[in-house]
């Protein structure tokens, strides 16, 4: 079976912060009341997330043209990370938003020689549709729910760390011990917790937890970017086993 590791399992520690994040307007809002702000960070993040999502997409796309080199663990950690620290410490500047499209170009790329994996199975197409459509279906989804239901999921936040602490150090481990078995494990757990994450980000902003709408599209990013290199994982696995 060709089985491939899904930058999933290391760029998933990268939600920490947003998870353990306090909230930064200091109140939460009535249920229910949606404030002129709240429509305004909401309006700002999703045309930002459209965009980050259509430059990551682009970058996607050239590390696959140009058949990149993978990033390799110490620099995805590096430079994801790194670049993470980068938008939370400029966000409040007028470097916040070249900030966020440098962080998303960077995972873009690392996401290349995934897809490169991916495609080269049999049906490796048919896999990479099959996730991209999942996960769209899976953020629009969610997304519309708290939308509409205004549901506040703020109390999923300690168990959402502490299954991304619990996902980051299994996924290190099934590099290391190169155990792909482990590896499916993972991401099926970063699958489930990158969907709870999507409604968690989804609240704070609908109830006034977060104000930011620099932060929370890099929230909403990382659950996206998680849950489709997970579902890639899965499925390409999935079609390998079949053959």
Do not use: C
Not at 94 to 108: D, E, L, S, Y
Not at 184 to 196: D, F, I, K, P, Y
Request: net charge positive.
């Amino acid at each position: 079976m060709n089985t491939s590791q899904s930058p999933a399992h290391t760029a998933a520690a990268n939600t920490f912060e947003r998870v353990a994040q306090p909230n930064q307007a200091g109140s939460v809002q009535a249920p229910g009341a949606v404030t002129g702000q709240t429509q305004r960070v909401l309006r700002n993040t999703y045309a930002l997330l459209s965009m980050t999502l259509l430059f990551s997409a682009a970058t996607a796309a050239l590390s696959v043209g140009f058949k990149l080199p993978a990033p390799g663990l110490v620099l995805m950690l590096a430079g994801s990370f790194g670049l993470l620290f980068a938008v939370h410490k400029l966000q409040n500047s007028g470097w916040a938003v070249p900030a966020v499209f440098a962080f998303t170009g960077f995972m873009g790329y690392s996401l290349g020689p995934v897809l490169n994996k991916s495609l080269a199975l049999p049906g490796g197409a048919q896999v990479v549709m099959l996730a991209l459509a999942a996960t769209g279906v899976t953020f629009l989804s969610l997304s519309a729910w708290v939308l509409s239901t205004r549901r506040d999921f703020s109390a999923m936040g300690g168990f959402l760390f502490a299954g991304m602490v619990v996902a980051l150090l299994a996924g290190l481990g099934a590099v290391f011990l190169q155990m792909p078995a482990l590896g499916l494990a993972v991401s099926a757990m970063v699958a489930l917790l990158s969907a709870g994450l999507i409604l968690f980000e989804t609240s704070r902003i609908v109830n006034g937890g977060e104000t930011n709408y620099v932060l929370a599209t890099v929230g909403l990013y990382l659950s996206i970017f998680n849950l489709f290199s997970s579902l890639l994982a899965l499925f390409g696995f999935g079609g390998a086993s079949e053959d």
